[in-house]
């Protein structure tokens, strides 16, 4: 069962709007619409930010969307803020192993 | 609200057995599924394992199974993740998580696990 691909790292200046990509296949994000997004800080738990592709949970900023195109999720990010720093997973469901869920390796976001 | 309270870190020798706790409160606890999330030093998440403890059904992920035990007791609403045989590879953060819809909406805090000599 093999990690969904993201880019190691990403980075932007305050203010400016970036994009994080999740890569996996027809048989998790390219063929179901259950792609999440989390937010982890150093030392803390995982936050939900995105779920079904492109809903974002109560409380979570508008600042942040998601969407999909194939086999491709993303994550944006719009009016990067110095809180936006942090470590972004995305996850699946995926119907090519015996569980049904796998994560992506994970991007570390930066703000210049 | 939903909360999911994990029990305190632990610090054992290899060799030695444990098992670890997660609470749920604020939702009917037998109505999602529970998972366990290992996240290894300075390492992405993992997949380990699920379990619903409206009836105790299990799933684990290939990488995790045999090597650990997922279950729930819904009677004091508490999942549980165990190991017989800690070997130094266990030392993690370990967190469970409750599933939505395939989705993640919840976490517990995270129970570190340290393994050492």
């Known amino acids: 069962q093999s990690a969904l691909t993201q880019p190691a790292s990403v980075s932007g200046s305050p203010g400016q709007s970036i994009t994080i990509s999740c890569t996996g296949t027809?048989?998790?994000?390219?063929?179901?619409?259950?792609v999440s997004w989390y937010q982890q800080h150093p030392g803390k738990a995982p936050k939900l930010m995105i779920y079904?592709?492109?809903n974002r949970p109560s409380g979570v900023s508008n600042r942040f969307s998601g969407s999909k195109s194939g086999d491709t999720a993303s994550l944006t990010i719009s009016g990067l803020q110095a809180e936006d720093e942090a470590d972004y997973y995305c996850?699946?469901?995926?119907?090519?192993?015996?569980?049904?869920?796998?994560f992506g390796t994970g991007t570390k976001v930066t703000v210049l | 609200e939903v909360q999911l309270v994990q029990s305190d870190a632990e610090a054992k020798k290899p060799g030695e057995s444990l098992k670890i706790s997660c609470k749920g409160s604020?939702?009917?606890?037998?109505?999602?599924?529970i998972g366990w999330v290992r996240q290894m030093p300075g390492q992405g998440l993992e997949w380990m394992g699920i379990v619903y403890p409206g009836d105790s059904e299990t799933r684990y992920s290939p990488s995790f199974r045999g090597q650990v035990t997922i279950s729930a007791d819904k009677a004091i609403n508490t999942a549980y993740l165990q190991w017989s045989t800690l070997k130094g590879s266990d030392t993690a953060m370990y967190y469970c998580?409750?599933?939505?819809?395939?989705?993640?909406?919840?976490w517990g805090q995270g129970t570190w696990v340290s393994v050492s000599s």
């Open positions: 604020g939702y009917t606890f037998t109505t999602y599924w």
């Open positions: 027809s048989s998790d994000v390219g063929g179901f619409n259950y």
């Open positions: 996850s699946s469901y995926t119907s090519s192993s015996t569980f049904e869920g796998v």
């Open positions: 998580v409750r599933r939505h819809h395939y989705n993640v909406d919840y």
């Open positions: 079904a592709v492109t």
